[in-house]
């Protein structure tokens, strides 16, 4: 990556950035760039199986053969109510190798669980239960699990079904909610000061919810090419113009072009429609807020995992969410040449842009948070959603509070008050 400054010399390539990661030259895929598992459809994306080993009915522990398991958030691990036995689930870079081979990618290569959503799918599964033999209900918009009414066994669904239940991995939760209450307690304590009064009296912490929300992992193998202009100061010096004095400087300008390959690793993006849309009644974008997560630790999809927890299902597609994926590329691009353009002090102007995605692979997550919800009635008729969310992976919490608009307004002019009295001060004490 060289520009056509005969001064400065070879630039080296940009350093990586993570998350998400991005890297130059990346030498650890496996032989052919394959995935394990790999199927060419054939026309459209190649797909590779992440259900292949999945099965639906009774999960059982393998100690004692109960079904009541659940994600132990201390430890990580799924662990059986009954005998206490807990057990690891394969990552899915162990299983599937996601954390290697982006150089490799040509096209778009996708998990099962990623496939285009079929509007005609029902959301309500049937189960017959394979310890009585009765016949067992499983609502998918808000579960994947269910108890027989007979024998109180536990129902999991864990393989695929093209309605955006069940994705290709899952995250899970490790911040107890305890410690998630806490968190939402400090952050509106901080913000109590100019916080609505009903807000003030009707917040519980207690009310927070722990959600899986439906996102894409996406790895990128992409080419960029950046051509412009960039000014490098020789000399500044003061000319007097009038009555007064004007600072100018003398600069030399080059041509620049940077051009090199991009590995993106686990840009992370949402995939419900509902976060995607920044609308105004509610603030459900604080969910960015939160970011990153520790995707390289999500496991295999195992429905016991959701066990205590609600999850949401994903509703958008690949041709929907890529326009998002391919500009977020563009913005690491032009992040990475930076660190290459110190010898520019005066800027540079990028005149011709290019990324070209050569390959891309997508992979659907559920993510955990930790929410706390406030609906807000205003005048008129209009109302608000207010968030407070913690990422239960590593606790970063952010959200939106209520405001007392005569208090903020009243404090404000106060500020502008002492502010101009500071200000007199300061001049008649000079």
């Not at 004095?245 to 429609?273: G, I, K, M, P, Q």
Request: glycine share 8%.
């Amino acid at each position: 990556m060289t520009d056509t400054d005969p001064n400065s010399g070879p630039v080296p390539a940009p350093e990586a950035v993570s998350p998400p990661e991005a890297v130059v030259n990346d030498a650890t895929a496996p032989a052919g760039g394959v995935l394990p598992g790999l199927v060419e459809e054939p026309s459209g994306p190649q797909t590779f199986r992440t259900d292949a080993a999945a099965k639906d009915g009774l999960n059982k522990c393998a100690r004692c053969g109960s079904t009541d398991v659940a994600l132990n958030p201390a430890t990580g691990k799924l662990r059986c109510a009954f005998c206490r036995f807990e057990w690891d689930t394969v990552t899915m870079n162990e299983a599937f190798g996601l954390d290697q081979g982006i150089g490799e990618l040509r096209g778009v290569v996708m998990g099962s669980g990623s496939a285009d959503i079929v509007p005609s799918t029902d959301v309500v599964v049937t189960f017959k239960c394979g310890a009585c033999g009765a016949e067992v209900v499983i609502d998918t918009d808000h579960s994947t699990q269910a108890r027989c009414h007979w024998c109180r066994n536990v129902l999991s669904m864990n393989q695929q079904i093209p309605n955006g239940a069940v994705p290709d991995m899952v995250l899970p939760f490790r911040i107890p909610k305890a410690e998630a209450v806490k968190k939402i307690a400090e952050f509106v304590g901080k913000r109590k000061f100019y916080a609505h009064p009903r807000f003030k009296a009707e917040f519980n912490p207690e009310n927070v919810m722990g959600i899986y929300l439906p996102y894409m992992v996406v790895d990128v193998n992409a080419h960029a090419r950046f051509e412009g202009q960039g000014e490098h100061q020789t000399r500044s010096y003061t000319v007097k113009v009038g009555d007064r004095h004007e600072r100018r400087y003398d600069a030399d300008l080059y041509a620049v072009t940077r051009e090199f390959d991009l590995h993106v690793n686990d840009l992370t993006v949402e995939s419900s429609s509902e976060k995607l849309s920044r609308t105004s009644s509610a603030t459900n974008n604080i969910i960015n807020s939160i970011m990153p997560f520790d995707v390289e630790n999500a496991v295999a999809y195992d429905s016991n995992y959701l066990s205590g927890y609600t999850s949401e299902r994903r509703d958008t597609n690949l041709d929907q969410l890529s326009p998002l994926v391919h500009a977020q590329t563009g913005d690491i691009a032009r992040h990475q040449a930076i660190p290459s353009l110190a010898f520019y002090d005066r800027g540079v102007r990028w005149d011709r842009e290019r990324v070209d995605v050569i390959g891309q692979r997508w992979v659907s997550a559920y993510l955990p948070v930790w929410l706390y919800s406030y609906h807000q009635v205003k005048g008129g008729g209009r109302s608000q959603l207010h968030y407070v969310a913690v990422n239960a992976r590593t606790g970063e919490t952010m959200g939106s509070v209520p405001i007392n608009q005569a208090r903020l307004i009243t404090a404000s002019a106060v500020a502008q008050v002492f502010g101009t009295i500071l200000a007199i001060l300061i001049f008649l004490v000079g």
